[in-house]
């Protein structure tokens, strides 16, 4: 009996562990450069603004739940790019 309580007490432990070290990794998990800095949720117009203003032109953005898809063209060439709202950072650039 006391074997196997204390072998559940190691186990639950080594799980909360992993599990803990598995949430560590998630939360510092560098999502990309920052797009617009702000503590509050960035809006459509926000993103807009910010784009227009790097040169970007036939810019179209779709919301995807907390994300932006922005396609457009900048210097000429067809770019898209994700931007998380919540953050305000890049997650995805075509760029790269």
């Given at each position: 009996m006391n074997r196997a309580l204390v072998c559940g007490l190691v186990g639950?432990?080594?799980?909360?562990?992993?599990g803990g070290g598995?949430?560590?990794?998630?939360?510092?998990?560098?999502?990309?450069?920052?797009?617009i800095a702000s503590d509050q949720p960035i809006t459509v117009g926000q993103a807009q603004e910010k784009l227009r203003s790097e040169g970007w032109l036939n810019i179209h953005v779709m919301e995807q739940g907390r994300y932006l898809e922005v396609t457009g063209a900048k210097d000429g060439?067809?770019?898209?790019i994700m931007v998380d709202t919540l953050t305000?950072?890049?997650i995805a650039d075509d760029d790269d």
């Open positions: 639950g432990l080594v799980g909360a562990l992993l598995v949430g560590i990794l998630i939360a510092t998990e560098d999502e990309g450069e920052i797009f060439r067809p770019r898209k305000g950072r890049l």
